[in-house]
């Protein structure tokens, strides 16, 4: 049973518009929600967080929504370069950093020039 | 931020030897260190929980026999994969968080990877 769901395995998107990457979930007890980037043979590169206690949070070009109500959040890019072509991934968890994250499979982000 | 290494980036074995892939925060102390395997086209499944001191803990389905963790102090955690076959081969993640409590605690800091390639 999948608990972080990113439904789109890929992406396609032109320079200069948005990107919008959504991602769910179905554990209610998961209060804190994560996005990495990961390009071939490396390790993820955290990107931005969100608590449960906010429903947005920004950081330059990148933004996440958070809907708990839906069990919903999102990460949007804009605008979209072509160097944040890469795999992201939407990742949960609980509690303090003791515990593991839960990581979506993944959406392949292609910007196109 | 912090820093977490891994050693060596790449490894490459024959069937049937074993391979010890280390993780290290550099700058930080890290109670936890996960550690995780990623498979083509899939998400990252973690595999373990390792905790300074403490025998890991297990994902279901991963056997600990095989995949040997140690966690001998608060900067480094090992995995040692034993009688390797060419179906370990992987790319395999560590991460570590800090001892720092509040919400940044729950942020993980990954090392870079090790790809493994067993012939």
């Known amino acids: 049973d999948q608990q972080v769901k990113q439904n789109s395995p890929s992406l396609s998107v032109q320079e200069g518009r948005i990107s919008i990457l959504n991602c769910d979930y179905t554990?209610?007890?998961?209060?804190?929600f994560l996005w990495y980037k990961k390009y071939p043979a490396e390790g993820p590169t955290f990107l931005i967080s969100?608590?449960?206690?906010?429903d947005k949070n920004e950081d330059g070009r990148f933004t996440v929504f958070l809907n708990k109500s839906a069990k919903h959040l999102s990460l949007h890019i804009v605008p979209s370069q072509p160097g944040d072509s890469a795999v992201y991934f939407c990742a949960a968890t609980r509690g303090s950093g003791d515990t593991p994250l839960v990581f979506g499979k993944g959406t392949r982000l292609s910007v196109i020039a | 931020g912090a820093v977490v290494s891994q050693h060596p980036s790449r490894v490459i074995c024959k069937s049937g030897t074993s391979v010890k892939i280390e993780c290290r925060s550099l700058?930080?102390?890290?109670?936890?260190m996960f550690w995780y395997r990623q498979f083509p086209k899939k998400s990252l499944m973690l595999m373990a929980t390792s905790n300074e001191g403490s025998k890991a803990t297990y994902e279901q389905g991963v056997e600990k026999d095989k995949f040997l963790i140690n966690h001998a102090s608060l900067t480094l955690s090992t995995l040692t994969v034993t009688s390797a076959h060419p179906e370990d081969s992987s790319f395999y993640i560590c991460?570590?968080?800090?001892?720092?409590?509040?919400?940044?605690?729950?942020?993980?800091?990954f090392g870079p990877g090790t790809r493994l390639t067993v012939l």
């Open positions: 700058d930080f102390q890290a109670t936890t």
């Open positions: 969100i608590s449960s206690i906010k």
């Open positions: 554990n209610s007890m998961f209060d804190y």
């Open positions: 991460s570590a968080s800090t001892l720092a409590g509040g919400p940044s605690s729950n942020e993980q800091f």
